[in-house]
């Protein structure tokens, strides 16, 4: 399976983002697909997970209320809308799946070590 991420740039305090994640080589509908960041100098955290049978997952407080998950399954595509948009929020995204569409009830390590795929990160940085 492949991910392949975009829709990162260069935004200001306040704008907005909206994230793509590409999917192919597996079954849309039977994977965890989530996202995550990694922030300069820091570890990297899982942001939101969504499956087909589960649903959406949130697991960065300081995004609940800003950011939105979505799919679209005719395009193979995973969403993240970004908005409000603070400096905090500056880090490389990535997506990744996860062949067990459970595996969004999950989080930290559990969640990252449980992903089978990863694709190449989407830079965001927000300029204050």
């Known amino acids: 399976g492949e991910l392949q991420a975009s829709g990162g740039g260069l935004v200001q305090t306040g704008g907005s983002l909206r994230l793509s994640c590409v999917v192919s080589?597996?079954?849309?509908?039977?994977?965890?697909i989530g996202w995550f960041r990694q922030a300069p100098g820091k570890e990297r955290e899982g942001v939101s997970c969504?499956?087909?049978?589960?649903?959406?997952?949130n697991y960065v407080d300081s995004v609940k209320g800003r950011f939105t998950i979505s799919s679209d399954k005719a395009q193979r595509t995973v969403y993240l809308q970004m908005n409000n948009l603070k400096p905090e929020d500056t880090a490389v995204y990535y997506c990744?799946?996860?062949?067990?569409?459970?595996?969004?009830?999950?989080?930290?390590?559990?969640?990252?070590?449980?992903?089978?795929?990863w694709g190449k990160g989407t830079l965001v940085t927000v300029s204050s």
């Open positions: 990744a799946a996860s062949s067990w569409d459970r595996m969004c009830m999950y989080r930290d390590d559990v969640l990252d070590k449980g992903m089978n795929y």
């Open positions: 080589g597996f079954t849309f509908d039977d994977y965890s």
């Open positions: 969504i499956s087909s049978a589960y649903g959406q997952f």
